[in-house]
Nanobody, 119 residues
């Protein structure tokens, strides 16, 4: 399974961005996916995760970020609005079989990341 993120960039505070994560390769059954981010000097943190049972959004971005998947289940999205400077980070998508988790290290498949800078 390969994951490739896109959609990052520089945006002013209050603006919006939509990140995409294109999935290719083996077909996953009973899987979960998530978005994580890592700011310079900080630990990687979960932003939003989803599986067949539902979606969970981190408190730090709740009400501003949403996670979704296209009908073909080949692309994962992270819609970000009302962006703040503290949202500046490298954003990664990840996938795993089984239930969603907030632990990055439980995800078998991980993308290379896309940079988001909010000023």
């Amino acid at each position: 399974v390969q994951l490739v993120e896109s959609g990052g960039g520089s945006v002013q505070a209050g603006g919006s961005l939509r990140l995409s994560c294109a999935r290719s390769g083996a077909t996953l059954t009973w899987y979960s996916m998530g978005w994580f981010r890592q700011a310079p000097g900080k630990e990687r943190e979960g932003v939003a995760v989803m599986d067949s049972l539902g979606i969970t959004i981190a408190d730090s971005v709740k009400g501003r970020f949403t996670i979704s998947e296209d009908n073909a289940k080949t692309t994962l999205y992270l819609q970000m609005s009302s962006l703040k400077p503290e949202d500046t980070a490298m954003y990664y998508c990840a996938a795993k079989t089984g239930r969603a988790s907030w632990s990055w290290w439980e995800y078998t498949y991980r993308g290379q990341g896309t940079q988001v800078t909010v000023s």
